[in-house]
């Protein structure tokens, strides 16, 4: 398999740490002495030709910023075969053979149908949602996490002043990583996730009462946006004690800012492997984390993988919370 010309892409929600995740990739590249084009607008830039030459200046002073320079978008026409075939004419036409796409599950997805087309391609997981199966950390959750709890520690001092209840909305899609990593950093009176079934008198009244008896005036309820909305959760709350909760919804807030530390290495050293394993000769593969290190799964077989919030973090909230 040569490896001459790479395009590499962010698809889906953006998330903190593809800049520097897109460096990497144009730096290993180059390292390499392959070339390296930036595909704008995720898929579409592949469907329109929306391309730009990337080198070594190009992603400088990008490690440091949220967003993506590449821009993204989540392209209706990419999944159509029609959207395929004109995006497979701009690869022969650029002389693209191998394209790194970072993004989430249906980015991989676009992989997927692009290398039924003789397109290498190698996928790298990037979401704040952290909901790709066939790894623990996906590029942009560990930043998004402390940007929650940065906010969160903050409500919690006007919590404690008002001795409030806060109903605090976190992101994730149809996922509860977030919200059950953030609830626990803040020490949450209750999380509800998406994952777990919800019996409100229990999961949220019980544990405040509980809470209150303990001596404490304030209380923190974490929901993911898959498990309710805020409102609602802070609405039934009014209903069933004598509480008037406040409702934040941190939004997309959470998407932006500059990459934490461990955001950008991880970035790195996955932009760098993706280059490395279409070298070796491989495709059709997803980066990710495996055992503390790194390693890399077939995409269909990783797109049909299933996860779940881990028993550990639901037993850890329950000893924290119910006392
Ligand atoms: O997938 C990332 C994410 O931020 C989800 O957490 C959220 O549900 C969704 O994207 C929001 O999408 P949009 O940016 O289109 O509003």
């Given at each position: 398999m040569s490896v001459k010309r790479i395009g590499v892409?962010?698809?889906?929600?953006?998330?903190p740490g593809m800049n520097p995740c897109v460096r990497a990739v144009v730096r290993t590249a180059i390292y390499h002495g392959v070339e390296c084009f930036g595909i704008r607008r995720g898929w579409n830039g592949l469907i329109t030709g929306d391309v730009v030459r990337l080198d070594e200046k190009s992603v400088a002073h990008?490690?440091?910023?949220?967003?993506?320079?590449?821009?993204?978008?989540?392209?209706k026409e990419f999944m159509t075969e029609e959207g395929q075939r004109k995006a497979v004419s701009t690869c022969k036409f650029l002389g693209l053979d191998s394209i790194i796409a970072i993004g989430g599950d249906g980015t991989?997805?676009?992989a997927l149908a692009l290398s039924k087309y003789g397109i290498n391609v190698i996928g790298i997981p990037g979401t704040i949602d952290n909901d790709i199966s066939c790894t623990n950390y996906c590029i942009g959750f560990d930043t998004a996490a402390n940007t929650a709890i940065e906010c969160i520690d903050k409500l919690r001092d006007t919590m404690q002043s008002h001795e409030r209840c806060s109903v605090v909305?976190?992101?994730?899609?149809n996922?509860?990583?977030l919200?059950?990593?953030?609830?626990?950093?803040?020490?949450?009176?209750?999380?509800?996730?998406?994952?777990?079934?919800?019996?409100?008198?229990?999961?949220?009244?019980?544990?405040?009462?509980?809470?209150?008896?303990?001596?404490?005036?304030?209380?923190?309820?974490?929901?993911?946006?898959?498990?309710?909305?805020?409102?609602?959760?802070?609405?039934q709350i009014k209903e069933a004690i004598d509480l008037d909760p406040r409702v934040t919804v941190l939004g997309h807030i959470q998407r932006g800012?500059?990459?934490?530390?461990?955001?950008?290495?991880?970035?790195?050293?996955?932009?760098?492997?993706?280059?490395?394993?279409?070298?070796?000769?491989?495709?059709?593969?997803?980066?990710?984390?495996?055992?503390?290190?790194f390693t890399d799964v077939d995409i269909a077989e990783a797109l049909s993988m299933t996860k779940n919030i881990q028993q550990m973090e639901v037993d850890v909230l329950a000893a924290m919370t119910g006392i």
């Open positions: 892409l962010t698809s889906g929600g953006d998330a990008t490690i440091n910023r949220g967003g993506t320079i590449l821009y993204t978008a989540r392209s991989f997805r676009g909305e976190v992101m994730g899609r996922a509860g990583y919200a059950m990593y953030v609830g626990l950093a803040c020490g949450a009176t209750a999380v509800l996730v998406p994952e777990k079934p919800i019996d409100f008198e229990q999961d949220v009244i019980e544990k405040i009462r509980q809470a209150r008896f303990n001596g404490f005036t304030h209380y923190m309820i974490v929901v993911a946006e898959g498990a309710g909305s805020a409102a609602d959760i802070a609405k800012g500059s990459p934490t530390g461990r955001d950008r290495v991880n970035a790195t050293k996955m932009g760098y492997l993706a280059v490395e394993l279409l070298l070796a000769g491989k495709t059709n593969r997803i980066v990710c984390t495996h055992e503390g290190g």
